[in-house]
């Protein structure tokens, strides 16, 4: 089967959320879907598509291929798996063998392997932004909430932040009154903000009075094709639980599932949303 260049459908790993659809809404369908097994949303196999468990490298990369896909973007939320219980084909084994060669360690690097993996089958990994141009955020002050009463909780979410990032550590981190109140694990943003929650409230802001920032930002060393920090209204809703002030982004750096609906959202709870520019 031949494509000519101009309907060659762009391939989707995609995981979890709501971002893998909305780029296959912004292709007008013209994709070729590899929907992760147990984390895709179920809209999307209504596209061209395979259902693929994570560990099957090789059959995406052979899928993707086969439906005359050239570019590809993988975009979503994956759970860490118990690597003892994934099934590896041929793909999946490759991967494996390269992070027990013990030269790779942190997420950053092992999502570099995934990526050597499909460009070395000829598949060209771009970058979610590039299709998602009008939610990546815009810079500065978003709502009417004030954020120059929280500049230093700001500034010291950002070093710490930056620390974290060159470590591989995590994207988000969560400053109240210049304390550090938590970074991100492997639980993700969302169950990082969750466990603020029980701290105690001496640490935390209220309802009437704010306190706090989350600031969630790429790392500084990380390839800004996979792995882009995301915002949703599910974190506005978390922070706002969670009674901090604001949040914080790289403006341009950052993947909202619908910005417009995040600002809003933001403006409602009573959070500033403030958009970084990218540092030189």
Not at 20 to 39: D, R, T
Not at 238 to 267: K, P, S, W
């Amino acid at each position: 089967m031949s494509f000519s260049q101009a309907d060659k459908p762009l391939g989707l790993i995609a995981g979890s959320g709501a971002l893998p659809v909305n780029i296959a809404e912004a292709q007008n369908g013209a994709v070729f879907i590899v929907a992760l097994q147990g984390e895709a949303d179920e809209s999307l196999l209504k596209y061209p598509h395979i259902v693929s468990p994570i560990g099957c490298m090789k059959a995406s990369a052979d899928a993707l291929l086969e439906a005359g896909c050239t570019d590809m973007v993988i975009i979503g939320g994956i759970q860490r798996p118990n690597i003892e219980k994934v099934e590896f084909d041929e793909g999946g084994q490759w991967f494996l063998e390269q992070v027990i060669s013990g030269a790779h360690e942190g997420d950053d690097q092992l999502l570099k392997i995934i990526i050597a993996y499909f460009e070395m089958r000829g598949l060209t990994v771009c970058a979610a932004q590039d299709y998602l141009g009008d939610q990546t955020g815009k810079s500065g002050a978003q709502t009417s909430h004030d954020h120059a009463a929280h500049q230093s909780d700001i500034d010291r979410s950002i070093e710490v932040a930056f620390v974290m990032g060159t470590q591989d550590i995590g994207q988000s981190v969560a400053v109240g009154r210049r304390l550090v109140l938590a970074v991100e694990g492997p639980e993700g943003t969302d169950g990082m903000l969750q466990r603020l929650c029980d701290l105690s409230p001496e640490l935390l802001g209220t309802a009437n009075a704010r306190s706090g920032v989350l600031t969630k930002l790429p790392k500084p060393q990380q390839d800004r094709r996979v792995d882009i920090p995301t915002i949703g209204q599910r974190t506005v809703e978390l922070a706002a639980a969670a009674h901090l002030a604001g949040i914080v982004y790289e403006a341009g750096g950052t993947l909202f599932d619908d910005f417009e609906a995040v600002v809003a959202l933001a403006e409602a709870k009573g959070l500033f949303l403030l958009g970084l520019e990218r540092p030189s």
